[in-house]
């Protein structure tokens, strides 16, 4: 299980960044995929999630109204995109699925929201 996560940067606060995440094409269609994010001495906390249909969504209270996750069926890819970014935004994201109660985590894409 391969996931590829991209698209993060430094960014001003109250800008956009738009996260991507690739997985392979058997994963990305049977499995719903998340976004969790670890600040510097902080726990991984979940961000978003997508179900395997593209229905389903849900989200942590902090980004709820600000983040979006999307998927593009054609490319094997889920979205975060990432609006009125906060100082508190500022984390390593990471892209995640669990196949066979086995958790998989992409490789995190640093994201900088200063000031």
């Known amino acids: 299980v391969q996931l590829q996560a991209s698209g993060g940067g430094l960014v001003q606060a109250g800008g956009s960044l738009r996260l991507s995440c690739a997985a392979s094409g058997r994963i990305f269609r049977d499995h719903a995929i998340g976004w969790f994010r670890q600040a510097p001495g902080k726990e991984r906390e979940f961000v978003a999630i997508?179900?395997?249909?593209?229905?389903?969504?849900d989200y942590a209270d902090s980004v709820k109204g600000r983040f979006t996750v999307s998927r593009d069926n054609a490319k094997s890819t889920v979205y975060l995109q990432m609006n009125s970014l906060k100082l508190e935004d500022t984390a390593v994201y990471y892209c995640?699925?669990?196949?066979?109660?086995?958790?998989?985590w992409g490789q995190g894409t640093q994201v900088t929201v200063s000031s």
């Open positions: 995640h699925v669990v196949v066979g109660y086995v958790a998989y």
């Open positions: 997508m179900g395997r249909a593209g229905i389903y969504t």
